[in-house]
């Protein structure tokens, strides 16, 4: 997947209320990185931001709710995509974004309890879902516009292109203990854009 994903500390204007969401979804962030989802209480979570218990059930109402809106928070305020002119820049840039994100010690394990718990909830899962769409969208077009300039086959499908980008680093992160470095995504975005070029995300590809 994809992603791209929220620049851990990134802080927001806004009034009242998008300061307690942005309290909340921190505090939120916090708690399901220390312990999953398991361990995500929402007095708990009102207690860590300060906020009143009364502020959190009304507003997210269970655990899978605020994860809910923590992942479409992220999603938002994840940087939009880079376009350096050419496929495997852009590809690129993807993936080392996702890295960095990944990479970071609150936001791996944050992305790692989700994932966890998006197997056996399915709010959670439909959440997770949402997001990795949200981001898949927001770096297809850098794949339809190497189509356009003539760099992969006509019928390439530009969402699989980046899902194969993000792939591997999901992959190393949930199963190994190696980190995530640099040379990682640089491979990973290579090795997708060769096999765009190839045409191995093209609708024949798929059809055979």
């Keep these: ?46 207690r860590r931001a300060e906020v009143g218990k009364t502020t959190v059930y009304r507003r997210w109402g269970t655990p899978a709710g ?4 923590l992942l479409a928070d992220m999603a938002e305020q994840s940087l939009p995509r880079t376009e350096t002119g050419t496929l495997l820049g852009d590809l690129r840039a993807n993936a080392r974004l996702v890295r960095r994100t990944l990479a ?3 936001q ?7 994932i966890a718990a998006a197997t056996c909830d399915a709010p959670t899962a439909t959440a997770l879902h949402r997001f990795y769409e949200t981001r898949v969208e927001e770096w297809a077009p850098c794949v339809q516009q190497a189509v356009e300039r003539g760099e992969v086959p006509q019928t390439t499908d530009p ?29 990973a975005a290579e090795a997708a854009a060769a096999a765009a ?9 798929r059809s055979r």
Aim: aromatic share 4%.
């Design 66 to 69: 605020l994860v809910a809106d």
């Design 197 to 205: 070029r190839a045409g191995v995300f093209t609708t024949a590809a």
């Design 104 to 106: 970071d010690p609150r």
């Design 1 to 46: 997947m994809t992603s791209g994903e929220a620049d851990p500390g990134t802080v927001r204007p806004g009034g009242r209320t998008a300061r307690v969401r942005e309290a909340v979804l921190r505090a939120a962030g916090d708690a399901l990185a220390e312990g999953g989802l398991s361990g995500l209480d929402l007095a708990d979570v009102a």
């Design 108 to 114: 791996g394990a944050l992305f790692k309890a989700v």
């Design 159 to 187: 969402h699989e292109v980046i899902r194969a980008v993000s792939a591997p680093l999901y992959y190393r992160l949930l199963t190994t203990g190696a980190p995530l470095d640099e040379a990682l995504a640089d491979r």
